[in-house]
């Protein structure tokens, strides 16, 4: 019987001898059976096996069954994994005669273990030092392992990541801290809590969750069940991947709103070519009937109430330009509080509508300091809309303080106060950086107060965000003197003495009839002998033979425009080319006011009053 078992036996007496082996035993050593009978283990398997096997033989003669466990060598060179069972038999006097030996192979599976607890090493290596946060729970709720990116994304002590830490500890430990969810209540008994708790986090299933935490970090959550009823959970930090995502939106909403901008400056163009044509019109006869009324006081007030409204239009359009203007800076001498009506303007509807009362100190005496008019404009409608949007979350009062002051350097201190809900002091310091908003998704691009440090900066002056005493949040601007430059410079230079002589004559073209008549009243009112020109193309044929001391021509006509007939001019009648003024009501385009620097000759805006006609006419005779 022993001789067809698949077990290896074999039975050696109380010297050690082997008395017996079975087939399978002499194939696993590798030598005939009856090259085994007979002979020691020393002689069988060497002598350094039979040191090893020794002490395990005389504890089976002793009368105990020995286990062991252990790799071995055989004669024929092979290394084995074995387990040796050494089974005492006794004799028939009842002592120990000798003993069993059964041998098991479990090289194969001792080698699976092996490799599977290499493995096992190497991926709780990889798992416990990567940046990611992984958390494995047996079925029973107990740690199986808790890695070092897990500990530290939220804080956790070291202690509990050992193996065996039962999940309830966790939960313990976030409540001790503080960290609720929305749903519960703090005033709960707390083990009820952490027992809903863990038998939430146990029934889910495989789920990819999203956590805000409180320090603003988000954390993308992914649960996945285990064979056997574990659960494997991993974290990762998508703060940064969500902020950039948040700000790809962003700049894809400011790009459609430049887009959008520019779609709307080229509309603008029109409408102000538009609206300054009949504007002008209303300006240029209200002053003159203002110089007719005489004595009227009646006659007087009503055009003076015709010309002022007029006038508030033609600003409106001029700050719209203004804004959508795209053009180096300019420096001219500006007082600020020129700079907040234009603003008011604009937005001053949207503040009394939102019932924000608005209170000014803009003493009269302030200087004027030489800055970009219209990029200033810009900046003050930014912060006015950015209060008013604030103060939405107000309940009334809602108020908005705007103030000014002057410099020991002669420039000027601005400051724009609400007292709506404040900047949070973290945020303060990033306020001004692109594409940062504290506003909802959707209702800020966080690029105006970054355009608005922009210009500051530009202009050598500085903006800060402090906390309005009393709540609330003011911007504060200082603006330096500045130096004007461009045609600002000439501006603010010395202005040229008048020229005593008369304008002879002059020749206005406009396609537009009423504007070219109104200002040959003008002219005519001062003593000149006036023509008029429907376009370019009735102009060139009265100039091809003619002298005339002044031209003042239209920009944009049908045809041969205003800067064609200066082209056609320079080529043919250099001298007259001098003697022209350009009139437009349109300078949007960047590319227009290039070629009108280029030209070198005086640009008279509409809507424009007689004084600005006469002033800018004489100028160019005292240049002639």
């Given at each position: 019987m022993l ?25 696993f ?12 283990v ?32 055989y ?8 387990e040796?069972?050494y089974?005492p038999?006794p ?6 005669c000798?003993?069993f030996?059964?041998v ?12 599977l ?9 990889i ?19 808790a890695?070092?990116?897990f ?7 070291a ?10 500890d ?13 749903h519960?209540?703090p ?25 805000q ?12 069940r285990?064979p ?14 969500r902020?950039a ?51 009227d ?6 055009t003076?109430k015709?010309?002022?409204?007029a ?22 001498p500006v ?52 209060a008013q949007?604030?103060l ?51 209702m ?22 402090e906390?309005t ?6 911007v504060?601007?200082?603006?330096p ?19 005593t002589?008369?304008?002879?004559t ?5 396609d ?6 109104v200002?040959?009243e ?19 044929a ?28 320079a ?27 280029e ?26």
């Amino acid at each position: 019987m022993l001789d067809r078992t698949f077990a290896r036996i074999a039975f050696l007496d109380r010297a050690r001898i082997h008395r017996y082996v079975n087939p399978e035993y002499a194939s696993f050593v590798g030598v005939p059976a009856e090259a085994i009978v007979g002979r020691s283990v020393a002689e069988v398997l060497g002598e350094e096996a039979a040191a090893r096997l020794e002490p395990l033989g005389a504890r089976a003669l002793a009368g105990e069954t020995v286990r062991w466990l252990g790799w071995m060598a055989y004669p024929d060179g092979r290394r084995r994994y074995v387990e040796r069972v050494y089974h005492p038999v006794p004799g028939s006097d009842g002592s120990v005669c000798g003993y069993f030996a059964i041998v098991r192979d479990l090289t194969d599976l001792k080698q699976r273990e092996e490799e599977l607890a290499r493995r096992t090493a190497q991926l709780e290596a990889i798992l416990g030092h990567i940046a990611e946060g992984v958390n494995i729970v047996d079925a029973d709720g107990r740690v199986v392992l808790a890695n070092e990116g897990f500990l530290r994304m939220y804080g956790y002590p070291a202690e509990l990541g050992a193996p065996g830490t039962p999940l309830a500890d966790f939960v313990r430990h976030r409540l001790a801290q503080g960290t609720y969810y929305a749903h519960e209540d703090p005033a709960e008994d707390r083990e009820a809590l952490v027992a809903r708790r863990v038998a939430a986090l146990m029934s889910v299933g495989n789920e990819t969750v999203e956590e805000q935490r409180p320090d603003g970090r988000i954390f993308e959550v992914r649960r996945r069940r285990l064979p056997d009823g574990g659960l494997l959970s991993t974290y990762t930090d998508v703060t940064a991947v969500r902020e950039a995502e948040r700000e790809v939106r962003t700049q894809r909403e400011a790009m459609r709103q430049a887009e959008r901008l520019s779609a709307l400056g080229s509309l603008l163009a029109g409408v102000a070519h538009e609206l300054n044509n009949p504007l002008s019109i209303v300006v240029a006869h209200a002053t003159l009937l203002e110089d007719m009324a005489g004595a009227d006081p009646t006659l007087v007030t009503r055009t003076r109430k015709i010309r002022g409204a007029a006038e508030r239009c033609a600003r409106i359009v001029q700050t719209f330009l203004g804004l959508a203007r795209r053009r180096p800076p300019e420096r001219r001498p500006v007082r600020i509080a020129d700079v907040v009506e234009a603003a008011f303007d604009l937005v001053g509807y949207a503040l009394r509508s939102a019932g924000v009362a608005v209170t000014r100190d803009l003493p009269a005496d302030l200087p004027a300091i030489a800055a970009d008019g219209d990029q200033l404009v810009q900046v003050m409608i930014n912060l006015l809309t950015n209060a008013q949007q604030a103060l939405q979350a107000r309940e009334h009062p809602r108020r908005l303080a705007i103030a000014a002051r002057a410099t020991d350097a002669g420039g000027i201190v601005l400051s724009v106060a609400d007292n709506g809900p404040g900047v949070a002091a973290e945020a303060r310091a990033r306020v001004f950086d692109p594409f940062f908003t504290t506003k909802p998704e959707g209702m800020g691009t966080g690029v105006g107060l970054s355009l608005c440090r922009g210009i500051v900066t530009a202009h050598g002056g500085s903006i800060t965000l402090e906390e309005t005493p009393g709540g609330g949040a003011t911007v504060r601007i200082v603006l330096p003197p500045g130096r004007p430059t461009g045609e600002g410079a000439a501006e603010a230079a010395e202005p040229q003495s008048l020229v005593t002589r008369r304008l002879r004559t002059a020749l206005v073209v406009d396609d537009e009839p009423e504007v070219g008549a109104v200002l040959a009243e003008i002219l005519r009112a001062d003593g000149m002998a006036v023509e008029t020109a429907a376009d370019g193309a009735v102009a060139q044929a009265l100039l091809a033979d003619r002298e005339v001391d002044l031209i003042l021509t239209d920009l944009r006509m049908p045809g041969v425009d205003g800067m064609a007939l200066h082209r056609w001019l320079a080529e043919t009648r250099p001298a007259l080319a001098r003697r022209v003024v350009f009139v437009t009501g349109d300078r949007i385009s960047t590319a227009l006011d290039l070629a009108l620097r280029e030209t070198g000759r005086p640009v008279l805006a509409k809507p424009f009053a007689p004084a600005d006609v006469r002033r800018l006419v004489r100028a160019v005779i005292g240049a002639a």
